[in-house]
């Protein structure tokens, strides 16, 4: 609508486009990552050497965050960092011709996109629908990550998320 797809090239567009499936797959495991936390589920045992326990950085996402060791933060945020270093070593690289959104396995022939292989057996016209669902679930993710931060931050600025 406000006419932003006119403002680049081809090339442009693609880089914006696997940007928005990029965040959006991010947003949408955070969403995931924080209701599970939200609703007490955690993986059984030690997080570190020193003891400290899943199920002891408690139901808070904030907080939990917080609990961690800065060496847990930096381990998070490290592989991030190299996920996203990775992802621009893909040839041909997204503004030269590059599928947008596609990301390159690491090790080993699964996909990180369609781990399990369900894609595979599809049509272009299913594929191009279902890619369609995952640009607008990654908007709605996109919404509801900051919609979650906000009320967290800020008690009573989001309407449907009651104050925690």
């Not at 969403?31 to 589920?41: D, K, M, Q, Y």
């Not at 990550?145 to 998320?161: E, N, R, T, W």
Request: hydrophobic share 45%; proline share 7%.
């Amino acid at each position: 609508p406000w006419g932003l797809a006119e403002l680049g090239w081809d090339e442009t567009n693609a880089w914006f486009r696997h940007a928005e499936l990029k965040h959006g797959r991010v947003a949408m495991a955070a969403v995931t990552g924080w209701c599970v936390t939200a609703l007490g589920i955690h993986f059984p045992g030690a997080i570190d050497y020193s003891g400290t326990t899943f199920e002891s950085l408690g139901t808070d996402p904030i907080a939990a965050w917080d609990a961690l060791s800065g060496a847990g933060k930096f381990q998070i945020i490290g592989l991030i960092g190299f996920l996203e270093f990775h992802s621009e070593l893909a040839k041909p690289h997204v503004m030269r011709g590059g599928t947008p959104g596609k990301i390159t396995p690491l090790l080993g022939p699964i996909s990180l996109w369609d781990p399990i292989g369900t894609m595979g057996g599809l049509s272009e016209e299913a594929k191009f629908v279902q890619r369609t669902k995952e640009i607008a679930n990654g908007r709605l993710a996109m919404i509801a990550i900051i919609s979650f931060f906000s009320a967290s931050f800020i008690p009573g600025s989001v309407p449907f998320i009651p104050n925690v």
